[in-house]
């Protein structure tokens, strides 16, 4: 039989799902206040211009609606009709505020979604109970659903089918990344304290492939003492640098230079890779002009300049705060970047264009050497994470480690809420916390500390009084007072728990006043162990009744090629009405 790289697009697996993308629509645009569904005996109606949809829910607490896939049927005109994601937004796109110029694009993200969906349900079936004990790399590439509250959630516009194979995460392939050398006085490099990019070239590529790089610039009539070298995803090279920058190949300002002979494994977020080949050496982050849940998946090399800066002042508050080694708490650093600056485009172009975010990287440090006796890795997003048989991660996790659901829960919750907590009480520095941004550390099945990662682009400083270095300035953000604690409110409680509480639920494990008592106590437990900072908690509750519901897919249907704007996040968010504070009582 002939291989095609479109098997994978049969009529089962495309059913299969659209039937679990409209589940998802229909839970969290509700949950978004986008839809109003009906009750109707023991099921809920949803009615639009031409369908009229029924399906049986869960309710629990933050209005989350467990919807159930099996239950989701479609009438036109009272007869049945085919569960169909595409026919589903096109129908609705109006009420979900979706504009007539930005509809096609929203559609073509969710058939790409729904093109992955089916790649995923085509590949092995690991179950929960084998990923329960299964290594850093399998867990990453087994991951099925993406963002959990994002319905179009891989789209990764400009992947062709061949693409998608090479360098999606869910794919596993090994991957040789492009490198290329680029002239200096048209480059920007910074690195970490006590660190020098010629050194990390070193470790990172070894000296055979560097004589080997040098020898290829000085064939081409170029002197390798004027070049910095850095690499390109394949995909970036082959799509992007070779043509769009054909202008500074054809001068010499770049130099194409080959692959290195270290394989690399993609990792969620697409364009950060995971050294296969050597595991102790650092991740690389590649700019990918991608368009992927909401924005071009670009590098600015004028942003990149004060990473390492920032890298090395939040790594320094967290080693140095006694708490935060108490938890374990750790983050992994971006110890270097280095971006090219096109003359023509930055000629041309408005400094957030995507034009100017095409050519560039960064290196983040490996978690390996950090793990002692005993300990494993997993992306905290599998924690989300329910295999084809409808059993949770979380739950085969529990079940490994022996302990009680109560007990283990606590453990994960102190491992990763309470330093965000203490982040935010001692400095008012957030992060982006969601499932990918994390590495749990899990011994004996328990996650017990959590390491951070995607520092620079996604942390933020609320405190006009937290000191910072100037290069690290730019993090400090101007967020009204009562939006502060949404950086847990919405993406830790509504992101993250949302989901956990209903799935612990599912397998009878625990019900979720069990679960949000579990919250509470570690919250509770947390501040009353630190009176000193006793007016911040009551400055900024968290036992308030209710909390603002900050709605992310509103923002990527209102403009899903770039959802926020990156100088002003929080004026670019969109709120609508409240939710209840499961902690609150």
Not at 181 to 188: H, N
Not at 476 to 504: H, M, N, W, Y
Request: glycine residues 6%; charged residues 20%.
């Amino acid at each position: 039989m002939t291989f095609s790289e479109t098997d994978h697009l049969t009529p089962e697996h495309w059913a299969i799902a659209n039937r679990a993308l409209v589940r998802k629509a229909l839970a969290e645009f509700t949950h978004e206040r986008l839809f109003e569904p009906v009750a109707d005996g023991d099921e809920y109606v949803v009615t639009g211009p031409v369908s009229v949809y029924r399906f049986s829910a869960g309710r629990y607490p933050l209005n989350h609606w467990e919807v159930s896939a099996p239950s989701i049927t479609r009438t036109v005109d009272g007869a049945a009709a085919r569960i169909d994601a595409l026919d589903f937004i096109t129908e609705f796109h109006q009420q979900l505020g979706i504009g007539a110029d930005m509809l096609p694009v929203y559609l073509e993200e969710i058939s790409s979604t729904l093109a992955s969906s089916a790649y995923k349900l085509s590949k092995a079936d690991l179950t929960a109970a084998q990923l329960a004990t299964a290594d850093f790399q399998t867990i990453e590439s087994a991951m099925t659903e993406g963002h959990p509250c994002f319905v179009a959630n891989n789209g990764r516009l400009g992947f062709g089918v061949a693409d998608y194979r090479a360098f999606a995460p869910e794919a596993g392939a090994a991957v040789r990344l492009t490198w290329i050398a680029v002239r200096r006085d048209r480059t920007s490099v910074s690195v970490s304290t006590a660190l020098d990019y010629e050194q990390l070239l070193r470790s990172e590529l070894g000296p055979g492939v560097l004589a080997r790089f040098a020898a290829r610039i000085s064939a081409v009539g170029g002197d390798p003492a004027d070049y910095h070298l850095m690499p390109v995803h394949p995909w970036q090279w082959e799509n992007k640098t070779s043509i769009t920058f054909a202008a500074d190949v054809a001068q010499r300002h770049i130099v194409h230079l080959g692959d290195s002979d270290d394989d690399y494994q993609a990792q969620q977020s697409i364009r950060t890779f995971f050294n296969r080949s050597h595991p102790e050496r650092n991740y690389v982050k590649t700019a990918l002009s991608v368009l992927n849940m909401g924005f071009m998946r670009g590098l600015s090399p004028t942003y990149m300049q004060a990473t390492p800066a920032i890298n090395d002042w939040v790594y320094g508050v967290v080693e140095n705060d006694l708490v935060l080694k108490q938890y374990g708490f750790s983050v992994l650093r971006e110890i270097a970047a280095i971006g090219y600056h096109n003359s023509y485009y930055e000629a041309a172009t408005p400094k957030t264009s995507p034009y100017r975010k095409m050519l560039s990287a960064l290196w983040r440090e490996s978690p390996i050497p950090q793990l002692g006796e005993g300990e494993r890795l997993a992306t905290m997003a599998s924690l989300l994470h329910v295999d084809r048989h409808g059993h949770s991660l979380a739950a085969a996790l529990i079940r490994e480690s022996g302990l009680t659901p109560r007990a283990w829960l606590r453990t994960y919750l102190d491992a990763y809420l309470v330093p965000l907590l203490h982040c935010f009480y001692s400095y008012e520095l957030v992060f982006m916390p969601h499932g990918e941004n994390l590495i749990l550390v899990l011994k004996d099945a328990v996650p017990t500390r959590v390491i951070m990662k995607d520092i620079a682009e996604e942390i933020a400083v609320l405190s006009p009084d937290t000191p910072l270095p100037e290069a690290a300035e730019r993090v400090r953000a101007d967020v009204p007072e009562d939006e502060k604690l949404l950086s847990i409110f919405t993406d830790v409680f509504d992101c993250i728990f949302r989901f956990l509480g209903p799935q612990l639920d599912a397998e009878g494990l625990l019900t979720p006043d069990e679960f949000w008592a579990v919250v509470g106590e570690s919250v509770r437990d947390y501040q009353q162990g630190h009176p000193e900072l006793a007016e911040a908690f009551a400055r900024y509750d968290m036992f308030a009744p209710e909390f603002a519901l900050s709605c992310l897919n509103r923002l990527q249907l209102r403009n899903n090629q770039q959802m926020v704007d990156l100088t002003d996040i929080a004026g670019s968010l969109q709120f609508i009405g409240t939710l209840e504070n499961p902690i609150a009582t």
